[in-house]
């Protein structure tokens, strides 16, 4: 079946640095969107970043352009969201997701990996 594993969620100080990993099995991963969300408590999940099967194009929250990168290494069916300068507003659950695989639109969640930036 299909999951996804989030890792390398941590207390970091602001102006701090992560890279979020998500592991994913179960489905053909390079052929599938992948993002990341996350959720702040008592908040909505948004949407962060997203990247194309290929990696080709990624596109970002605005309050994260600049700041974060996302990237995919498909020999490895891994996904990564690396966070640069990180505020006290980026603490949150960071999500993986997967929406679309090939043709076919799915909706498939990690487990999420907590986030706190804090001094």
């Known amino acids: 079946q299909v999951q996804l594993v989030e890792s390398g969620g941590a207390l970091v100080q602001p102006g701090g640095s992560l890279r979020l990993s998500c592991a994913a099995s179960?489905?053909?991963?390079?052929?599938?969107?992948m993002s990341w969300y996350r959720q702040a408590p008592g908040k909505e999940r948004d949407l962060v970043a997203a990247?194309?099967?290929?990696?080709?194009?990624?596109n970002y929250a605005d309050s994260v352009k600049g700041r974060f990168t996302m990237s995919r290494d498909n020999a490895k069916n891994t996904v990564y969201l690396q966070m640069n300068s990180l505020k006290p507003e980026d603490t949150a659950v960071y999500f993986c997701n997967v929406r679309r695989i090939g043709l076919h639109v799915v909706n498939y969640w990690g487990q999420g990996t907590q986030v706190t930036v804090s001094s």
């Open positions: 990247i194309t099967s290929a990696g080709d194009y990624t």
């Open positions: 179960g489905f053909t991963f390079n052929s599938a969107t």
